[in-house]
T-cell receptor
Framework: EAGVVQSPRYKIIEKKQPVAFWCNPI?????LYWYRQNLGQGPELLIR????????DSQLPKDRFSAERLKGVDSTLKIQPAELGDSAVYLC??????????????FGPGTRLTVT | GNSVTQMEGPVTLSEEAFLTINCTYT??????LFWYVQYPGEGLQLLLK?????DKGSNKGFEATYRKETTSFHLEKGSVQVSDSAVYFC??????????FGPGTSLSVIP
């Protein structure tokens, strides 16, 4: 079974430039998460989707971050414009929520973003 | 609010030593508790979990017991190997299915 796929794995951009990250979850997983992991810290949730619906985006900085999950499968996270403080690893995870039971989250390898 | 605190690293142990990584939490309600592991260059993987008080999660020789009275979920292993070198994250899941991670503890095991 293929795991969560993310691309690119690494990205270096200058501040004020836009950047986008892509995630393909595990087949059949209806719930998708984007996390940000700063150096030396644990992941922090940015947004959670159940199918196409964003059910928790309270931690997403909406002035510069946007996300979409068209057709309830792949997802894209965008930053525009990027700031120096956005340098971090962006993790995507997916899980199956069935009959109100949320099963294990599976994480992708992450995209390491460096803003210069 | 909900939060997770872990012992600071890095932790360096010799092979076959006993491992303890402390984890305490603050939460409303009755959270589920988890340990995740991140090996170098890889994504986070669930190591073990416990869903209610006094439950013991175990996997790959690691164990952790959900202690409600001390709000703790300490990770232990009797004899570590070089292959256990990784970053370990304690986490809780709230009743709203939100997972909150601790800052992580880096473990290095030397031969």
């Amino acid at each position: 079974e293929a795991g969560v796929v993310q691309s690119p794995r690494y990205k270096i951009i200058e501040k004020k430039q836009p950047v986008a990250f892509w995630c393909n979850p595990i087949s059949g997983h209806n719930t998708l998460y984007w996390y940000r992991q700063n150096l030396g810290q644990g992941p922090e949730l940015l947004i959670r989707y159940e199918n196409e619906e964003a059910v928790d985006d309270s931690q997403l900085p909406k002035d510069r971050f946007s996300a979409e999950r068209l057709k309830g499968v792949d997802s894209t996270l965008k930053i525009q414009p990027a700031e120096l403080g956005d340098s971090a690893v962006y993790l995507c995870a997916s899980s199956l929520v069935y009959q109100r039971e949320n099963y294990e989250q599976y994480f992708g390898p992450g995209t390491r973003l460096t803003v210069t | 609010g909900n939060s997770v605190t872990q012992m600071e690293g890095p932790v360096t142990l010799s092979e076959e030593a006993f491992l303890t990584i402390n984890c305490t939490y603050t939460a409303t309600g009755y959270p589920s508790l988890f340990w995740y592991v991140q090996y170098p260059g890889e994504g986070l993987q669930l190591l073990l979990k416990a869903t209610k008080a006094d439950d013991k999660g175990s996997n790959k020789g690691f164990e952790a017991t959900y202690r409600k009275e001390t709000t703790s979920f300490h990770l232990e292993k009797g004899s570590v190997q070089v292959s256990d070198s990784a970053v370990y994250f304690c986490a809780l899941k709230t009743s709203y299915d939100k997972v909150i991670f601790g800052p992580g503890t880096s473990l290095s095991v030397i031969p």
